[in-house]
């Protein structure tokens, strides 16, 4: 089946440091990639998004390249600020029998401190 | 303005008894779906209605059954709570077309004691 794996947090910065959030992924077919970030207290949000292997999507100063031969979709910001202080899942989509379905990773939870 | 919202926000109760989530959403999509996320973090998906027809039913109890009354409601019902129960669940809900892209609620957590 399919599975996607994160990087366990907590991660914890200082401002305008640099991010990187691994997530790799196994997978039958060809998936489209997703992070998903969860701000305290309220729903998941899509932040960004790659269909196909080589696309780069991004969001808000946020990154992440479709890597189709190691697998992976790592999450990366060049400048942290407090603000960007949530939960960050990396998720796949695969289409099945019912449709498509969105499997999660287990969250990173990102601190960022002034 | 809210999109996808949910109640009750917090819900606290016994072992044993019958409670539901409500979940609505008023962006026109036409497929929605109920996530449990855990005292991890973990987030899995329970079930998803198209058109207020069931069309994804992961291994979840029969003490949990969802309801559609139309396309902008997806309600979720909850017999004899146990302790594992407890959780954040999440309603979401996207276009069949476009699934990959959901919009989820602010979720409601669930405390059995």
């Known amino acids: 089946g399919n599975s996607v794996t994160q990087m366990e947090g907590p991660v914890t910065l200082s401002e305008e440091a640099f991010l990187t959030i691994n997530c790799t992924y196994t997978?039958?077919?060809?998936?489209?990639l997703f992070w998903y970030v969860q701000y305290p207290g309220e729903g998941l949000q899509l932040l960004l998004k790659?269909?196909?292997?080589?696309d780069k999507g991004s969001n808000k100063g946020f990154e992440a390249t479709y890597r189709k031969e190691t697998t992976s979709f790592h999450l990366e910001k060049g400048s942290v600020q407090v603000s960007d202080s949530a939960v960050y899942f990396c998720?796949?989509?695969?289409?099945?029998?019912?449709?498509?379905?969105?499997?999660f990773g287990g969250g990173t939870r990102l601190m960022v401190k002034p | 303005d809210t999109a996808v919202s949910q109640t009750p926000k917090y819900l606290v109760t016994q072992m044993g008894n019958d409670k539901s989530i409500k979940c609505e959403q008023n962006?026109?999509?036409?497929?929605m779906y109920w996530y449990k996320q855990d005292s991890k973090k973990f987030l899995k998906i329970m079930f998803s209605?198209?058109?207020?027809?069931?069309?994804i039913n992961e291994t979840v109890p029969n003490r949990f059954s969802p309801k559609s009354p139309d396309k902008a409601h997806l309600n979720l019902h909850i017999n004899s709570l146990e302790l594992g129960d407890s959780a954040v669940y999440f309603c979401?809900?996207?276009?069949?077309?476009?699934?990959?892209?959901?919009?989820f609620g602010p979720g409601t957590r669930l405390t059995v004691l």
């Open positions: 979401a809900s996207s276009q069949l077309r476009d699934t990959d892209t959901q919009y």
């Open positions: 997978a039958t077919g060809y998936p489209s």
């Open positions: 790659a269909t196909k292997a080589d």
């Open positions: 998720a796949l989509s695969e289409r099945n029998n019912a449709g498509n379905m969105l499997t």
């Open positions: 962006l026109g999509h036409d497929t």
């Open positions: 209605y198209n058109n207020k027809e069931l069309i």
